[in-house]
């Protein structure tokens, strides 16, 4: 599956951001939806993931209660909402796909620039 990360920009503190991951190739729906985030200087690290049902979800404590990780299989894309962004948000972020926590497919990624 190919994946396409877009939505990226730059927002003041506290705003917010939407990103899409839109998908082609293989059936999306039978993956899991990870975002993932790497800050200049950071190693990548995990953000959000969203089962491919969209029954569940699970949030890197940094974010929980401000980004909300979505998708819509009928349009092969998913989402990641992000609210009350910081600076400390800023970051390169990708899309991946995969099952049982293994991402095999990643998205180029789409820059967050927040400032404060």
């Known amino acids: 599956v190919q994946l396409q990360a877009s939505g990226g920009g730059l927002a003041q503190a506290g705003g917010s951001l939407r990103l899409s991951c839109a998908a082609s190739?293989?059936?999306?729906?039978?993956?899991?939806m990870g975002w993932f985030r790497q800050a200049p200087g950071k190693e990548r690290e995990f953000v959000a993931r969203?089962?491919?049902?969209?029954?569940?979800?699970n949030y890197a404590p940094s974010v929980r209660g401000r980004f909300t990780i979505s998708r819509d299989n009928a349009k092969n894309t998913g989402y990641l909402h992000m609210n009350s962004l910081k600076p400390e948000d800023t970051a390169v972020y990708y899309c991946a796909a995969g099952n049982d926590y293994v991402y095999d497919y990643w998205g180029q990624g789409t820059l967050v620039t927040v400032s404060s």
């Open positions: 190739g293989r059936t999306f729906s039978s993956f899991d």
């Open positions: 969203i089962a491919w049902s969209g029954g569940y979800t």
